[in-house]
């Protein structure tokens, strides 16, 4: 089990560093890698449900047979994502995104360190979506499609709670203040049921962020503390 870096320019300056150099990387994301070798040669496969890739990916330091290579990750609407994942040393993982929407194509990279071995989750759990300003509870299908979910911003004034989920095959949205008492809903319901909740559940889920987004001196906190982050990112 192995960490990405943050998005990054140029991977020079990483992979120099075993293990990573924690002044200047940030770890973002845990997955499962698994190291092979097919006839003397090298390679990786990945397994990354968090990221919701419902596939295994072969990564080939030779880039031959049965690498994966580049493969079209989701469709939603108009948009288009690509991954590629490909070894450029023996301890890192290229991860190359690119998403196209509405004739606009952008595109990033990370790192995946693949130089130690897990040792317990404790070591290697995954602290920095806590600060995450952006929050959500999903439901996926065994190929990744969204079915089902709810999400939400820290924002310190009016905040906003949304829930989706499907109805004859097309998606059905509904954004509501967020309060520390919810209403129980027709709506609300049904997206408890196709997120697979036991009745009740969801409208506590609801209860527990609108008393969180109620608290506008946490909120601040924890968004002063997201953005310390990212600008200390952003410098290295």
């Known amino acids: 089990m192995f960490f990405f ?3 990054i320019v ?17 770890k973002e994301h845990v997955l499962v890698c698994l190291k092979i070798r097919i006839r ?16 295994v990916v072969t990564v080939m330091e030779d880039g031959l ?7 079209i990750q989701g469709e939603t609407g108009p948009a288009q994502k690509e991954y590629e994942y490909t070894m450029v040393t023996s301890e890192y993982i290229s991860w190359s995104v690119s998403e196209s929407k509405k004739g606009i194509r952008e595109a990033h990279k990370s790192l995946i ?5 897990f ?3 404790v070591e290697v759990a995954e602290r920095r979506n806590l600060v995450y300003e952006f929050k959500s509870i999903l439901r996926r299908d065994p190929k990744g499609k969204i079915l089902a979910g709810i999400y939400f911003c820290l924002t310190p004034t ?5 829930i989706f989920y499907m109805d004859n095959n097309l998606r ?3 954004k509501m203040n967020a309060v520390k008492n919810f209403k129980d809903t027709k709506e609300i319901g049904e997206c408890e049921q196709q997120l697979g909740l036991k009745k009740g559940k969801l409208i506590q889920k609801l209860n527990e962020i609108g008393r969180l987004l109620s608290d506008e001196g946490f909120v601040r906190e924890t968004l002063a503390l997201n953005d310390k982050i990212l600008q200390m990112s952003a410098s290295n």
């Not at 992979?15 to 150099?21: G, L, T």
């Open 5 to 7: 870096t943050q998005e």
């Open 10 to 26: 140029t991977q020079d300056s990483y992979v120099d560093n075993v293990p990573p150099c924690k002044k200047t990387v940030e």
């Open 40 to 55: 003397g040669r090298d390679g990786f496969m990945i397994l990354d449900p968090g990221y919701h890739i419902s596939r």
């Open 65 to 71: 047979y049965p690498h994966t290579g580049l493969f």
């Open 113 to 117: 360190f693949s130089g130690r071995h």
């Open 119 to 121: 040792k317990s989750a």
């Open 158 to 162: 009016s905040p906003k709670v949304t």
């Open 172 to 174: 059905q949205t509904l």
